[in-house]
């Protein structure tokens, strides 16, 4: 007996309904970029690892897919190196390649590869999937959708603010209420600087980045474990639990980080975005908040992250901004942000709240009855018709009985069916059966089509 076919952990199959629900999901993401004047791009599934390695810190490196090469891919690895059994060693030997991790990295390295082609400030939105080598769990997949905006070529911070009213706009769409979370890496790095450990700002951002999920006290003992000294953690613990408004917030922070130059760079610009985001009306609450760090290195500035507040789920949409990423790729003084929007989790918090509208599923809305190939024959300009009317149309293919056409229907939730028998050839009609009602009419095709189409306002 043949195995039961299985996927791997993580990754999921989607059926005609589901891909209704996501393109419902990608359809309205993809409409408020365009509002925002941002252009469709794609890239490969698999970058090099030259262009992948060392983007997302060394948390991130670890959770790369990498592919193994073509061929004899142990031909440049002896026999000792395999006895060593160094993981780490031998993927440099025997990979050169990897799944995407992100759409961000992959964007720099477009951007730099497409230099002379764009105009600048670009502002490019792409939606594909990424792959990660994760635990899964509950909200976090392997292979999952990502919906990036970005804006390369501008130092303006009305580009972050234009981002958070894409997030809201979006949200605000789904009818799914959001707090969304805003920091900045500079503040992050004074704090650093004020508290002694000025060498120490991935470790803390690593470990401050977890508070919500770990708490505090497990966050201490990272801190600790990164030999961050006892002092310093103490000196940490009232910045990260501060509370307030966020003007309240913003005042502490600022005599908090009065002696570090970048701190008080990164208070500045906070105040900015948070001023004019409170002119534009948004919908959905914004919280300045000392904890939110984004654990990838490349984030420099400005950093925000969405929560749904009705499900427990984790981080749903997050972003920042990455002056330094292109030039890793050869291309210095180009400045970047973005945000990125996760379809799978925001698809699971719309099953979760049944918030998605009635009409979202691309159903057939016309079902020919198949009697024989004599009435085939009639059927088929009719389909076209209706087809060219823009009307979803089915004709089923094969002459059985009429019980098992009409479950299909049903099975289909198919809400007209056209039925044409002799009588109704000869009449030079169709007889149309509303599946809903069960109320039958006979009409010609050109009030089939006028009913059919009424029907789809």
């Known amino acids: 007996m043949a195995n039961k076919p299985n996927i791997p952990k993580g990754t999921r199959d989607f059926s005609p309904t589901e891909m209704s629900k996501r393109n419902y999901i990608f359809n309205t993401i993809k409409n408020v970029y365009a509002l925002y004047g941002f252009q469709q791009i794609e890239t490969p599934a698999m970058e090099t690892l030259q262009t992948l390695m060392g983007k997302y810190g060394e948390e991130g490196d670890k959770l790369l897919f990498k592919i193994l090469n073509s061929g004899d891919f142990l031909n440049k690895v002896s026999d ?17 390649k990897g799944l995407r991790y992100d759409l961000t990295v992959p964007f720099a390295r477009y951007v730099v590869m497409h230099r002379d082609e764009l105009q600048m400030p670009f502002k490019r939105y792409q939606i594909q999937p990424v792959w990660r080598a994760d635990r899964p769990q509950k909200g976090r997949y392997r292979e999952f959708y990502q919906c990036d905006a970005d804006i390369v070529g501008s130092d303006s911070l009305l580009n972050e603010v234009e981002l958070m009213q894409i997030i809201d706009n979006v949200f605000s769409r789904f009818g799914i209420r959001v707090q969304i979370k805003i ?25 401050i980045d977890k508070l919500d999920k770990i708490g505090i006290e497990a966050v201490n003992k990272e801190l600790a474990y990164a030999r961050l000294s006892d002092d310093a953690i103490a000196k940490l613990q009232p910045i ?25 760079k990164g208070v500045e610009e906070t105040r900015f975005i948070l001023d004019i985001i409170n002119e534009c009306g948004l919908q959905n609450e914004i919280q300045l908040d000392l904890t939110l760090a984004r654990g990838l290195n490349y984030y420099t500035g400005a950093i925000f992250e969405a929560k749904a507040i009705d499900v427990e789920i984790g981080s749903i949409t997050g972003g920042g901004r990455y002056d330094n990423l292109t030039g890793i790729f050869g291309m210095s003084g180009l400045s970047g942000v973005g945000i990125s929007f ?37 059927c088929m300009p009719i389909a076209t018709k209706a087809r060219n009317a823009g009307i979803t149309t089915e004709i089923y293919p094969d002459a059985v009985k ?36 069960g109320e039958q009419q006979l009409l010609t095709s050109e009030q089939l089509l006028k009913v059919l189409s009424t029907n789809e306002k």
């Open 183 to 207: 920091n900045n890496r500079k503040i992050l790095s004074g704090i650093a600087e004020i508290i002694g450990e000025p060498t120490k700002i991935v470790d803390i951002t690593v470990a």
């Open 402 to 437: 009429m019980k098992k056409q009409m479950g299909y229907a049903n099975a289909k939730q198919i809400p007209f069916v056209a039925i044409t028998g002799e009588n109704e050839m000869t009449d030079g009609k169709v007889m149309l059966k509303n599946m809903l009602t």
């Open 80 to 96: 000792d190196e395999l006895n060593e059994k160094n993981i780490l060693h031998l993927a440099s030997k025997i990979c050169e």
């Open 240 to 264: 990260i639990s501060l509370n307030g408004t966020n003007e309240e917030k913003i005042n502490i922070i600022c005599d908090v980080l009065s002696g570090s130059e970048i701190g008080m």
């Open 342 to 378: 996760g379809a799978d989790r925001i698809f699971d918090i719309l099953n979760q709240l049944d918030l998605y509208p009635k009409d979202t599923e691309d159903t057939t809305k016309l079902l020919f009855i198949n009697f024989g190939e004599k009435e085939i024959r009639y």
